[in-house]
């Protein structure tokens, strides 16, 4: 089965075609990939798009603050999803923040993954010494909480998005290094790596192309809830008081501000930054879900 | 077995060393402790005097040193804030998390490994897609305002369930625990769904995951088509083959709990050592966060190493070579 | 099905355990902060003081405006320059029936030193040169130089009693053995973070008070601590967040009470040679201190709105600030004009100074300390960006903010002060006063602020034991400081505390303590 793999290697293009025939199988991984590719170009083009720069304090009027969805303030526009506490437009805000939510929970998901994978897998197919130094790194790492991290980081650095990036890779690689390392474990036991090992195949080559796609199932299903819990992560952080600084909101901390307003009758100001994370977390998980599919090598016809 | 064993621990007393040297610098990262606690008020010559009494006027290097002499000597220090011994502190607080740790745990484990595994045997039925759609809620949106969520309906407009504390505490086998009482248990239920969620949407996934996998395989087909009731298939084979992940997130999720359910514990005002840490770090009380750290190292260290005994369990193929 | 199944069974449960409905001599109250011990002599935090006067009481009590009135003490006098006659009260005794002497405030006062931790009750016993007991009912205190603000500090004197030891230990208050007072509360139970349960102490000198059995439940999440009120678990919250003050005001199922608080947000900035956080001028740091010249601390003010942060950002919850202390207490200057909003006159301040296209500049502030202090933070950033300003905002925790702070990294910095004593040496010796190590002023001015003629008139009325002389010259040195922008004061903030329609009646106090034996039911 690694093989199935590196079988064929037709070109590129043809590679892509066919996999995006098996792609769009599913009307629903469709839609889901729609609604990202416009997130992502709403958000990413949010100068151009939005009525108003929520990063720009001269641009805010305190005068605005808390209008209903559809209100119409100062600037001669209507707010859509209505104002916040500092006459912050909530569309505006939360296109912005998305943009922010994304870079953070895909490079932090990303290199959390990357580091992972490393990890796990170097320290299943060496064992010996080097497995026990890495896994108890990584025991250290998991009882480490993020708010620490994220604190020391905070002291050190100053407020901004690399140093939550950084405290959430830390807090999060422990988890892809752990399941790697179980998932390759078994692998490592079986026929095909020590049939592998015994020829002069580099190392390298056995881990990548032999061992990493055998364990790929469940690390995918954990990575899509981890660049989900990324940006839930950073939320909590916010609400905790070490997030981003409130004026460049992400849509963490403007969930945790709207958090706030939960027991009043200012709905929009939590609800509408909430419905945002989920329609994202939900259309990434659906892709997620069918890219493993359309992947997986026994699938194919 | 017994030099595997050996070694764990070996690697295990390493590991919390390293812990408590990374605390001490941390915390002389972010800064002097007096400096946070300190009385507004309080003049010049407080301070230096607090910081001498302390001894954070000493060298890093000596003051960890203290700390070792201290813990040879069986004591792992007095809360800054509090004024009591920290291990007794971590231990009075310890109880409550632990009820909600075990049931929020439970609820994950015996609604989400059953519920995935059936979203994976029949992937394209409604009630897989209702399952898989539900899961994504467990994770996407954030703890804390899940949590008000379940407060507001179940406390605040319908008047149920009370919207957070402890409630009456009774004791099985010398533990106090809320899980004794009625009264217990409907504080514990609300809070324990909320910190369920997340973990009740991790397992879907990965035992849906598994058991999709597992059902592609030739032996599952081959078992098939020999006329083997599928209930028996999925029981002896498909089970063993998916629980390896389920087991090494498990055993992470059940340590994250105990750790860090910090913003459950806010929410619902639960007075367990997740709050306690937190305002511990917010308070750079030193002592408090090494000796809970160290405890929180040491915890993992065990429960990975329970996890690994349970793979070699699952599958003989795993082998415990040293080291691992 | 198994929904339905789930749902019968929570409906089943909780007719179970329903709560009884509450008698009506029990209150039970959902605080923002406790205690961390029950040590009455641990720490100066002020929940810790505000929890423990129910258990113990102080020598010198205050009313809701914290001015002084009698507590253990009946009266206090000074004899000479460095001595204060206190009467201690007759008949009061202590929860296990022993009588309350002189003997017992002398041993309270030796032994504050003794055991005191990070936030140190010495402070309320600095001054304190000797404790002399001149018979049972009589102290006499010799000062270290004149003290004339002793009695404020005592009252945050708690006396324990003598037969308590030297070497009682913490956990031996935590556990009750030692948690004996002569308050109108006995302790019955406590842990770190979790509930106080208390019964009434029903041989009180002042008199029994109203509820038998009284529950302090420490829930510091805002929204949950609503969610309790909402729910009827506890019957009064304090500390109400700004966000759900309106909707609570329009709820019949609520009372809402107001006050004023000590605790104002000041702006900071720094007036030293070299600033920590250099400014910008058109994009490029400059060695140039703008604060040091007064039109742009002086421009800084001017673009304030107060009205603007107390209704819109507060939403109500606060009161524009001229001066370091709210009105009515002991040095508030009634001279200094009210501050006013003028952004034209900001700019032009800024162009005099030299800086007619402003400069950009970095501002931090807390964002957990009191309430609002995030929201405030904010709107200054945009409201000095009016002005023609660049204002790099950052709101911080208070772990990374305090530190940081003390080793002066900030240029230009906010954060709340309370003036806990209610008198102005409290809040201008600390904050105003040149640094001086050794006279222990100035300790928290963190800007560099020097300013002789200040220090004069302040030096003279902490050597003044005439209270009306005392207060001309606090007054004087109020007026001085602030129109010389030392801090620039933004609003006062207010609280809100507020309890289930119609159940219970009480005066809320300026210092936002909730007093369990001050609360009477409305009927």
Redesign the interface.
Same mark, same amino acid.
């Given at each position: 089965m690694a093989t199935a793999m590196e079988t064929a290697s037709p070109s590129r293009g043809q590679k892509l075609r066919e996999f995006w025939q098996d792609y769009r199988r599913s009307p629903v991984a469709v839609i889901s990939l729609a609604v990202i590719l416009l997130l992502l170009a709403l958000s990413f083009g949010a100068p151009l798009v939005t009525p108003q720069d929520p990063y720009d304090?001269?641009a #805010?009027d305190?005068?605005d603050?808390f209008l209903r969805p559809g209100t119409e303030g100062s600037g001669g526009y209507a707010h859509v999803l209505g104002t916040d506490? @500092?006459g912050r437009d909530m569309l505006s805000a939360i296109l912005y923040g998305l943009r922010t939510s994304f870079v953070i929970g895909v490079s932090a998901g990303a290199l959390a993954l990357m580091a992972g994978i490393c990890v796990g897998l170097v320290?299943a197919y060496s064992?010996?010494? %080097?497995?026990?130094l890495l896994?108890?790194i990584v025991?250290?790492q998991?009882?480490?909480?993020a %708010? #620490?991290l994220a604190?020391?980081l905070?002291?050190?650095l100053?407020?901004g998005v690399p140093q939550i990036i950084l405290a959430l890779v830390v807090a999060q690689y @422990?988890?892809f290094a752990?399941?790697t *390392?179980?998932?390759a474990?078994?692998e490592r036991?079986?026929d095909y790596i020590e049939a592998a090992r015994s020829t002069p195949l580099p190392t390298r080559r056995i881990l990548f192309r032999h061992l990493l796609p055998n364990v790929l /199932? /469940?690390l995918?299903?954990?990575a899509t809830?981890q660049v @989900?819990?990324a940006i @839930?992560l950073e939320?909590?952080l916010s609400?905790?008081?070490?997030g981003l600084? #409130?004026?460049e909101p992400s849509l963490?901390s403007l969930?945790?501000n709207g958090?706030?307003? %939960? *027991?009043?009758?200012?709905y929009w100001l939590?609800i509408f930054p909430?419905v945002a994370?989920?329609i994202?977390?939900?259309a990434i998980?659906l892709v997620g879900?069918q890219v493993?599919t359309v992947l997986d090598p026994?699938?194919r016809r | 077995m017994l030099g595997y064993l050996a070694q764990r621990i070996a690697q295990a007393v390493v590991v919390i060393f390293a812990m408590s040297i990374i605390v001490f610098v941390g915390v002389f990262a972010i800064g002097n402790p007096i400096d946070v606690m300190i009385d507004p008020a309080a003049t010049e010559q407080m301070r230096d005097e607090l910081i001498r009494r302390y001894g954070l006027d000493l060298p890093l290097w000596q003051q960890y040193f203290l700390f070792l002499q201290n813990v040879a000597r069986g004591d792992l220090g007095t809360s800054m804030i509090y004024n009591v011994p920290v291990v007794g502190l971590i231990f009075s607080r310890l109880p409550a998390t632990l009820d909600l740790v075990l049931v929020s745990v439970s609820i994950a484990g015996l609604i989400g490994i059953p519920a995935g595994i059936w979203a994976g045997y029949k992937p394209d039925s409604k009630s897989a897609k209702i399952i898989m759609a539900l899961s994504v809620l467990g994770f996407s949106v954030p703890t804390f305002w899940i949590g008000m969520l379940l407060i507001m309906a179940f406390a605040v407009h319908l008047g149920w369930l009370p919207s957070g504390g402890r409630g009456e505490v009774g004791t099985i086998l010398g533990i106090p625990t809320s899980l004794a009482t009625l009264n217990g248990w409907s504080h514990v239920i609300l809070p324990a769904l909320n910190l369920s969620l997340f973990k009740m949407g991790l397992m879907i996934r990965l035992a849906r995951a598994g058991m999709v996998e597992a059902m592609r395989t030739d032996y599952v087909k081959f078992a098939r088509a020999q006329g083997l009731p599928d209930r028996q298939i999925v029981t002896s084979h498909v089970m063993r083959n998916i629980m390896i992940p389920i087991v090494t997130v498990f055993g992470l999720e059940l340590g994250s709990t105990l750790a860090f359910a910090v913003v459950t514990e806010s929410v619902f005002n639960w007075p367990g050592v997740g709050k306690l840490i937190i305002d511990s770090i917010l308070q750079l009380d030193r002592p408090v966060m090494v000796a809970y750290l160290v405890m929180v190292v040491t915890l993992f260290v065990l429960i990975n190493l329970v996890v690994d005994l349970i793979y070699a369990r699952l599958d003989p193929r795993v082998r415990l070579k040293g080291g691992a | 099905m198994n929904v339905r199944a789930l749902k019968s069974a929570v409906a089943a449960l909780a007719l179970l355990v329903a709560a009884p409905a509450a008698f009506a001599q029990d209150l039970t109250i959902g605080v923002r902060a406790g205690p961390d011990s029950i040590d009455p002599h641990w720490s100066t935090l002020g929940s810790q003081a505000e929890t423990l006067r129910h258990i113990f009481d102080t020598l010198v009590d205050v009313d809701e405006k914290l001015q002084l009135k009698p507590g253990l003490a009946t009266s206090w006098t000074p004899i000479d320059d460095t001595t204060w006659e206190f009467k201690i009260r007759e008949g009061v005794k202590f929860h296990d029936g022993s009588p309350l002497t002189a003997k017992d405030v002398k041993f309270s006062i030796e032994r504050i030193p003794v055991v005191t931790g990070p936030m140190p009750m010495t402070l309320y016993t600095k001054y304190v040169e000797t404790a002399e007991v001149v018979d049972d009912y009589t102290l006499r205190i010799k000062t270290k130089g004149v003290a004339p603000s002793l009695p404020n500090d005592f009252t945050r004197l708690f006396v324990v009693s003598a037969n308590t030891g030297m070497e009682a230990r913490n956990e031996q208050f935590n556990s009750g053995e030692k948690a004996i007072g002569t308050g109108p509360y006995k302790f019955v139970s406590w842990q770190p973070k979790g509930d106080l349960v208390l019964v009434r102490n029903d041989d009180y000198w002042g008199g029994a008070p109203h509820w038998k059995n009284v529950v302090r439940k420490e829930i510091a999440d805002d929204a949950a601590r609503v969610a309790a009120l909402r729910s009827g678990q506890v019957d009064l919250i304090n500390y109400v967040p700004a966000s759900d003050y309106v909707g609570f005001k329009n709820d019949k199922a609520l009372d809402t009470f107001i006050s004023d608080s000590v605790y104002i947000l000041n702006v900071q900035p720094t007036v030293k040679d070299v600033l920590p956080q250099k400014v910008k001028i058109d994009g490029k740091e400059t060695d140039v201190n703008p604060f040091k010249d007064l039109r742009v601390r002086q421009a800084l003010d001017y673009a304030i709105n107060r009205d603007v942060l107390v209704n819109v950002v507060l939403e109500g919850l606060g009161t524009p600030a001229n001066q370091l202390m709210p009105e009515g207490f002991f040095g508030y200057s009634t001279e200094l004009p009210k501050r006013e909003y003028d952004l034209a006159k900001a700019k032009e301040l800024l162009a005099e100074a030299g800086y007619p296209k402003g400069f950009e500049f970095d501002f931090t502030c807390t964002n957990n300390r009191v309430p609002g202090d995030a929201v405030v933070c904010e709107a200054l950033a945009q409201m000095w960006s009016r002005a023609g300003l660049k204002v790099n905002a950052q709101a911080l925790n208070g772990t990374v903010y305090f530190p940081a702070a003390a080793r002066e990294e900030f240029s230009v910095a906010m954060s709340a002060w309370g003036t806990l004593t209610g008198e102005a040496a409290y809040t201008y010796g600390a904050l105003v006063h040149t640094r001086d190590k050794d006279k222990g002023f100035g300790n928290f001015n963190r800007t560099g602020y020097s300013n002789p003629e200040f220090d004069a008139v302040f030096a003279k009325g902490a050597a003044t034991l005439n209270n009306d002389e005392r207060r001309k010259l606090y007054e004087q040195g109020s007026f001085i400081a602030m129109e010389d922008r030392a801090l620039i004061p933004t609003v006062i903030l207010q609280t809100v505390w507020a309890a289930k329609a119609g159940e219970l009646k009480f005066t809320p106090r300026v210092d936002q303590e909730t007093r369990a034996y001050a609360i009477q039911p409305a009927k």
């Open positions: 304090m001269a #805010l305190w005068m603050a506490n @500092a320290a064992g010996g010494r %080097i497995e026990a896994m108890r025991d250290l998991l009882s480490m909480p %708010i #620490l604190l020391v905070v002291a050190m100053g407020q @422990a988890y752990r399941t *390392h179980g998932a474990t078994v036991g079986k /199932p /469940p995918i299903v954990v809830v @989900a819990s @839930a939320a909590t609400f905790l008081g070490v600084p #409130l004026t963490g969930i945790s958090f706030k307003y %939960i *027991h009043t009758d200012r939590s909430g994370l989920m994202t977390v939900v998980n879900d493993r026994r699938n | - | -």
